[in-house]
C-alpha cells in the first residue's frame, strides 16, 4: 500500500493531504533527545510538534532496562557551584533554563531508578508547556516534492487514525526499539531479554546460557547469579569493559559480577563463538543442546537432539557440552526503519546501518535533505568513540542540530562572544575546566576561536562539530578569514582498547614537556591559519580527529580535571597561543605600558587596548618620576618646592623678586 501506487491511493482517500498546512518542524518521539530538541525550538519561537505513540514521555524507561536500574551516574556533589561544570558529572539533566529541572532533585541514587527518569521527563515536559501530541503513532512517513518548500519536499507523516502532518523539517527522535536477532537452527527457542523473566526465583537450579556480552546481558546475569547453577554467556567478541575503552556503552563495572565467578573458577563462564555457526537442539525433557549449524544441516529436517551430531561426540571436554534449562537472547537493539518510504533512503542494507541510520556528522540524513536524526539513533556518528548515544552526551548534539537549522533556515548565525585578544589564554582556560559539552563528547564536538583581523580581537563558538570543520562558515555565518584555533578533548591515541591494561605503572604523565603523550582525558588545541579544506578533513592522518594543524598544543593531562596550574598549564598555553599569532598576550600594570610606549615599536595588546585608550593608568610617583625624566612632563613637584624655599605657595600668582644679575 506504500508503494507509489499505494501512495498515490492514500492521496486519493486523504484530499486533506495536498492542502494540509506545513508544520516547519516535527519531532518524532517525545524521549530526552525529542524533548530536548522541542525546548530548543519553543525557545526560539518556532513552529513545531512533537509526535509521541504512548500517553505519556519518556515511555522507553517505563519498561526498560528490564531491572530498573540505570548506568548513568547521578553525582550530586562535586564541591563545586559552577553549574556547567557540574553537568559533567549529571548524566541525566536536559539541558533548560530552570533548575528546578536537573535530575538531582528527582533521586538520591547514584544509579537511579528508571522510574524517576519517566517521572522527571514527564516534568520536563509539563513545565516547560512543550508541544507533545501523545497517542500518535505515526506509522508511514514519505516524500512530497515541491520546490517552494525549504529543502526541495516536504515530509508527509501518517497516524494510526490517518491523520497526515506536513513538516519542512523532520527531526527524528524514536531511538532504537527493534530487537536484534540473529538466525540460526534453533533460535525459535531464545527467550528475548524484552520478555524474559526478571524474577530470580524463576531461574532456581537452572542452567543458564545468555547471547550477548553487552550490559544487557551482564544486567540479566547479574540479577540471578545467586540463584542458578551456573551461567555461561556466549558473544562474537571479546567482552569490552568500559574502564578500559573509555567508552560508556560497553561493559560497566555495576555489571560485571559473572567476571569475578567466572576468572575465580566459580562454575560461571564466557565463551567466544559467531552464533551463526551454532545450532540450538531441545531434547525430549525440554533441555537445549548447543551443537554446530553444518551438524543440523547434515541431519536434514530430523533435528531432534538425539538424532543430530554434539560436539561433545568428537571432543570430550567440549566446554558447552552442558545440556541448559534456558536460553536468553540480549544481543541489543536496531533502528526501526520499518515506517519509512524508501524514497527517504534512509538505510544502505548494510550490517552496520540495520542498527543505526546512515547519517552525516551534522546529524542530517544522507539521502533526505531536512531529515534529521536525534538521540540514541545518531550514535554512528561517534559509535564506540563518545557519549552521543546516551544522555549525557546527545543533549548537547541536539543543541547543535538546532544552531544548525537557525542558521539554515532562520538567518541566526552560530551564537558567538566576541572578545579582545587579551582574554584570549583566560577564555581557552575558563572553557576546559568547566564545559561540559566539550567534556562529554570528546573528539566530537569542539570549541572553534576564529581571530580577528591584525590578531586584536577574536570570536569564540562553543561545541561545533568537528568533522563539519571545512563547512565552518555556511554552516555558522561566521567568518574565518584570517586564523582559527579549535579547542578539543582527547585521550591519547593508544591508551584506550579491550586489550590494553589502562593501570599499568606510570599510566599518567606529570611533566609538561611530555604532555603530547598524556593518556587521560586533556585539552587539545588545534591551530590553522586558514579554514581546512573538504578533502583535508576527509583524508586528514589515520586516528587523527582533525586535520593536521599549523600548529597543535597538548594541555598535560591533570589528576583533578584542573587545568589551572600557572607554570604546568596556563604559561605553556599563552606561550602557544603567543607564538601562533605573533603578538604578547600578558597583562601589565599601566606603569609597565608607559615605559613600553617610549621604547617599543609595537606594544603589547593589552596596553593597545587599555592604557592607550586611557584605561587602566593611575598616577604613582614613580611614574611621575619616569614622566619626567623622558622630558614628556613637567616637574611640577620640583617646581613647587622651589616656589616654597622662595616664600612663595604654589599657584601665588604674585611675581617672584627677580633674579641675581650676573656680575
Given at each position: 500500500?506504500?508503494?507509489?501506487?499505494?501512495?498515490?491511493?492514500?492521496?486519493?482517500?486523504?484530499?486533506?493531504?495536498?492542502?494540509?498546512?506545513?508544520?516547519?518542524?516535527?519531532?518524532?518521539?517525545?524521549?530526552?533527545?525529542?524533548?530536548?530538541?522541542?525546548?530548543?525550538?519553543?525557545?526560539?519561537?518556532?513552529?513545531?510538534?512533537?509526535?509521541?505513540?504512548?500517553?505519556?514521555?519518556?515511555?522507553?524507561?517505563?519498561?526498560?532496562?528490564?531491572?530498573?536500574?540505570?548506568?548513568?551516574?547521578?553525582?550530586?556533589?562535586?564541591?563545586?557551584?559552577?553549574?556547567?561544570?557540574?553537568?559533567?558529572?549529571?548524566?541525566?539533566?536536559l539541558?533548560?533554563?530552570?533548575?528546578?529541572?536537573?535530575?538531582?532533585?528527582?533521586?538520591?541514587?547514584?544509579f537511579?531508578?528508571?522510574?524517576?527518569?519517566?517521572r522527571?521527563?514527564?516534568?520536563?515536559?509539563?513545565?516547560?508547556?512543550?508541544?507533545?501530541?501523545?497517542?500518535?503513532?505515526?506509522?508511514?512517513?514519505?516524500?512530497?516534492?515541491?520546490?517552494?518548500?525549504?529543502?526541495?519536499?516536504?515530509f508527509?507523516?501518517?497516524?494510526?487514525?490517518?491523520?497526515?502532518?506536513?513538516?519542512?523539517?523532520?527531526?527524528?527522535?524514536?531511538?532504537?526499539?527493534?530487537?536484534?536477532?540473529?538466525?540460526?537452527?534453533?533460535?525459535?527457542?531464545?527467550?528475548?531479554?524484552?520478555?524474559?523473566?526478571?524474577?530470580?526465583?524463576?531461574?532456581?537450579?537452572?542452567?543458564?546460557?545468555?547471547?550477548?556480552?553487552?550490559?544487557?546481558?551482564?544486567?540479566?546475569?547479574?540479577?540471578?547469579?545467586?540463584?542458578?547453577?551456573?551461567?555461561?554467556m556466549?558473544?562474537?567478541?571479546?567482552?569490552?569493559?568500559?574502564?578500559?575503552?573509555?567508552?560508556?556503552?560497553?561493559?560497566?563495572?555495576?555489571?560485571?559480577g559473572?567476571?569475578?565467578?567466572?576468572?575465580?573458577?566459580?562454575?560461571?563462564?564466557?565463551?567466544e563463538?559467531?552464533l551463526?555457526?551454532?545450532?540450538?537442539?531441545?531434547?525430549?525433557?525440554g533441555?537445549?543442546?548447543?551443537?554446530?549449524?553444518?551438524?543440523?544441516?547434515?541431519?536434514?529436517?530430523?533435528?531432534?537432539?538425539?538424532?543430530?551430531?554434539?560436539?561433545?561426540?568428537?571432543?570430550?571436554n567440549?566446554?558447552?557440552?552442558?545440556?541448559?534449562?534456558?536460553?536468553?537472547?540480549?544481543?541489543?537493539?536496531?533502528?526501526?526503519?520499518?515506517?519509512?518510504?524508501?524514497?527517504?533512503?534512509?538505510?544502505?542494507g548494510?550490517?552496520?546501518?540495520?542498527?543505526y541510520?546512515?547519517?552525516?556528522?551534522?546529524?542530517?540524513?544522507?539521502?533526505?535533505?531536512?531529515l534529521?536524526?536525534?538521540?540514541?539513533?545518531?550514535?554512528?556518528?561517534?559509535?564506540?568513540k563518545?557519549?552521543?548515544?546516551?544522555?549525557?552526551?546527545?543533549?548537547?548534539?541536539?543543541?547543535?542540530?538546532?544552531?544548525?537549522?537557525?542558521?539554515?533556515?532562520?538567518?541566526?548565525?552560530?551564537?558567538?562572544?566576541?572578545?579582545?585578544?587579551?582574554?584570549?589564554?583566560?577564555?581557552v582556560?575558563?572553557?576546559?575546566?568547566?564545559?561540559?559539552?566539550?567534556?562529554?563528547m570528546?573528539?566530537?564536538?569542539?570549541?572553534?576561536?576564529?581571530?580577528?583581523?591584525?590578531?586584536?580581537?577574536?570570536?569564540?563558538?562553543?561545541?561545533?562539530?568537528?568533522?563539519?570543520?571545512?563547512?565552518?562558515?555556511?554552516?555558522?555565518?561566521?567568518?574565518?578569514?584570517?586564523?582559527l584555533?579549535?579547542?578539543h578533548?582527547?585521550?591519547?591515541r593508544?591508551?584506550?582498547?579491550?586489550?590494553?591494561?589502562?593501570?599499568?605503572?606510570?599510566?599518567?604523565?606529570?611533566?609538561?614537556?611530555?604532555?603530547?603523550?598524556s593518556?587521560?582525558?586533556?585539552?587539545?588545541?588545534?591551530?590553522?591559519?586558514?579554514?581546512?579544506?573538504?578533502?583535508?578533513?576527509?583524508?586528514?592522518?589515520?586516528?587523527?580527529?582533525?586535520?593536521?594543524?599549523t600548529?597543535?598544543?597538548?594541555?598535560?593531562?591533570?589528576?583533578?580535571?584542573?587545568?589551572?596550574?600557572?607554570?604546568?598549564?596556563?604559561?605553556?598555553?599563552?606561550?602557544?597561543?603567543?607564538?601562533?599569532?605573533?603578538?604578547?598576550?600578558?597583562?601589565?600594570?599601566?606603569?609597565?605600558?608607559?615605559?613600553?610606549?617610549?621604547?617599543?615599536?609595537?606594544?603589547?595588546?593589552?596596553?593597545?587596548?587599555?592604557?592607550?585608550?586611557?584605561?587602566?593608568?593611575?598616577?604613582?610617583?614613580?611614574?611621575?618620576?619616569?614622566?619626567?625624566?623622558?622630558?614628556?612632563?613637567?616637574?611640577?613637584?620640583?617646581?613647587?618646592?622651589?616656589?616654597?624655599?622662595?616664600?612663595?605657595?604654589?599657584?601665588?600668582?604674585?611675581?617672584?623678586?627677580?633674579?641675581?644679575?650676573?656680575?
Amino acid at each position: 500500500m506504500w508503494g507509489s501506487p499505494g501512495l498515490l491511493l492514500t492521496l486519493a482517500l486523504h484530499p486533506a493531504l495536498a492542502v494540509a498546512p506545513a508544520r516547519d518542524y516535527c519531532v518524532l518521539g517525545a524521549g530526552p533527545a525529542g524533548l530536548q530538541m522541542a525546548y530548543f525550538l519553543q525557545r526560539a519561537g518556532r513552529d513545531y510538534t512533537v509526535l509521541e505513540r504512548a500517553p505519556g514521555p519518556g515511555s522507553f524507561f517505563a519498561r526498560y532496562p528490564r531491572h530498573r536500574k540505570l548506568i548513568s551516574i547521578n553525582k550530586r556533589y562535586t564541591g563545586r557551584s559552577n553549574a556547567e561544570f557540574n553537568l559533567r558529572h549529571d548524566w541525566n539533566s536536559l539541558l533548560s533554563h530552570d533548575p528546578r529541572l536537573l535530575f538531582k532533585h528527582y533521586s538520591a541514587a547514584y544509579f537511579p531508578d528508571a522510574g524517576d527518569m519517566q517521572r522527571y521527563l514527564g516534568d520536563f515536559a509539563g513545565r516547560l508547556g512543550l508541544r507533545v501530541q501523545y497517542n500518535t503513532t505515526v506509522l508511514h512517513v514519505a516524500l512530497d516534492k515541491d520546490r517552494r518548500a525549504w529543502n526541495g519536499h516536504y515530509f508527509v507523516l501518517t497516524d494510526h487514525k490517518g491523520r497526515v502532518y506536513r513538516c519542512r523539517v523532520l527531526l527524528v527522535a524514536t531511538g532504537l526499539s527493534v530487537p536484534n536477532r540473529v538466525d540460526f537452527p534453533g533460535s525459535e527457542h531464545l527467550e528475548g531479554y524484552e520478555s524474559v523473566s526478571v524474577d530470580p526465583e524463576d531461574f532456581v537450579g537452572q542452567n543458564v546460557l545468555i547471547l550477548g556480552r553487552g550490559n544487557a546481558a551482564f544486567e540479566t546475569a547479574e540479577n540471578i547469579l545467586g540463584v542458578t547453577n551456573f551461567i555461561h554467556m556466549l558473544s562474537r567478541s571479546r567482552v569490552r569493559l568500559s574502564w578500559a575503552t573509555h567508552y560508556v556503552g560497553d561493559l560497566r563495572a555495576i555489571n560485571n559480577g559473572l567476571l569475578d565467578t567466572y576468572q575465580l573458577k566459580s562454575l560461571d563462564g564466557l565463551l567466544e563463538s559467531d552464533l551463526t555457526d551454532l545450532a540450538i537442539l531441545k531434547d525430549r525433557e525440554g533441555k537445549f543442546h548447543v551443537t554446530l549449524k553444518f551438524f543440523v544441516e547434515e541431519a536434514g529436517t530430523n533435528q531432534s537432539a538425539d538424532a543430530v551430531t554434539l560436539p561433545q561426540d568428537d571432543s570430550d571436554n567440549f566446554a558447552m557440552r552442558v545440556a541448559y534449562d534456558r536460553v536468553i537472547r540480549c544481543l541489543g537493539w536496531n533502528f526501526d526503519f520499518s515506517i519509512f518510504n524508501e524514497s527517504l533512503r534512509l538505510s544502505s542494507g548494510s550490517e552496520f546501518s540495520r542498527k543505526y541510520p546512515l547519517i552525516r556528522a551534522s546529524y542530517e540524513a544522507k539521502g533526505s535533505r531536512g531529515l534529521f536524526v536525534l538521540g540514541t539513533a545518531s550514535h554512528s556518528v561517534d559509535y564506540r568513540k563518545s557519549a552521543g548515544g546516551f544522555i549525557h552526551g546527545f543533549r548537547y548534539t541536539v543543541r547543535a542540530v538546532h544552531r544548525l537549522l537557525e542558521q539554515r533556515h532562520h538567518g541566526v548565525a552560530w551564537p558567538a562572544t566576541q572578545h579582545p585578544i587579551t582574554q584570549l589564554t583566560s577564555s581557552v582556560l575558563r572553557r576546559v575546566n568547566e564545559a561540559s559539552g566539550l567534556y562529554q563528547m570528546f573528539g566530537v564536538l569542539a570549541d572553534v576561536i576564529l581571530v580577528q583581523e591584525n590578531a586584536t580581537a577574536f570570536e569564540y563558538l562553543e561545541e561545533f562539530p568537528t568533522q563539519m570543520l571545512a563547512q565552518l562558515e555556511s554552516l555558522t555565518g561566521r567568518r574565518a578569514r584570517h586564523g582559527l584555533f579549535v579547542v578539543h578533548m582527547e585521550y591519547g591515541r593508544n591508551f584506550s582498547g579491550p586489550e590494553k591494561d589502562v593501570f599499568f605503572y606510570d599510566r599518567s604523565v606529570g611533566h609538561t614537556e611530555d604532555a603530547w603523550q598524556s593518556n587521560f582525558l586533556h585539552p587539545v588545541i588545534y591551530y590553522y591559519r586558514h579554514l581546512p579544506t573538504e578533502q583535508e578533513v576527509r583524508f586528514r592522518p589515520a586516528q587523527w580527529p582533525l586535520p593536521r594543524p599549523t600548529a597543535i598544543h597538548h594541555i598535560v593531562e591533570d589528576f583533578l580535571t584542573d587545568w589551572t596550574a600557572p607554570v604546568g598549564h596556563v604559561l605553556p598555553l599563552r606561550r602557544f597561543l603567543e607564538n601562533c599569532l605573533g603578538t604578547d598576550l600578558r597583562s601589565f600594570y599601566a606603569e609597565s605600558c608607559f615605559l613600553f610606549a617610549l621604547t617599543r615599536q609595537k606594544l603589547p595588546p593589552f596596553c593597545r587596548q587599555g592604557y592607550l585608550r586611557k584605561q587602566g593608568l593611575a598616577s604613582t610617583e614613580s611614574l611621575r618620576r619616569h614622566g619626567v625624566e623622558s622630558g614628556l612632563m613637567q616637574d611640577h613637584a620640583a617646581a613647587g618646592q622651589h616656589l616654597r624655599d622662595r616664600g612663595q605657595q604654589p599657584g601665588d600668582r604674585r611675581p617672584l623678586p627677580a633674579p641675581p644679575t650676573e656680575v
